[in-house]
């Protein structure tokens, strides 16, 4: 669970279940304080891998950082697409944890 940096009553949610033999990505978010939650993509956004964590940027609240079992994932638009980072620091290994570290003013 990851409560927003910008807005009190949005949170997001990733799920893994890949011991039960799923590898789909299972990420929510909620505006209304938990009381509903909507996948935060569609299942042919090219996001691929069990998700580990999501994280809102610092500065900008439209830009959300994915991290999968195969990599860095990015959204410009509040996770309505996504695209893989491809840069050196982040290989398509599995992203676990993100401290920030990443700003909009590196990636693009």
Do not use: C, Q
Not at 7 to 28: C, I, K, L, N, W
Not at 34 to 41: C, H, M, N, Q, Y
């Amino acid at each position: 669970m990851e409560a927003s940096l910008y807005d009190a009553g949005t949170a997001y949610a990733t799920f893994d279940r890949h011991t039960s033999g799923d590898m789909e990505p299972h990420v929510f978010k909620t505006t209304d304080y938990g009381k509903t939650w909507t996948p935060i993509f569609a299942a042919d956004s090219g996001v691929r891998g069990y998700a580990h964590v999501i994280k809102e940027d610092t500065v900008s609240p439209s830009l959300l950082f994915l991290g999968t079992e195969f990599g860095l994932w990015i959204s410009l638009d509040s996770g309505k697409h996504w695209a893989k980072y491809k840069g050196h620091e982040f290989p398509s290994v599995a992203v676990r944890g993100h401290r920030g570290a990443i700003r909009a003013n590196r990636i693009w």
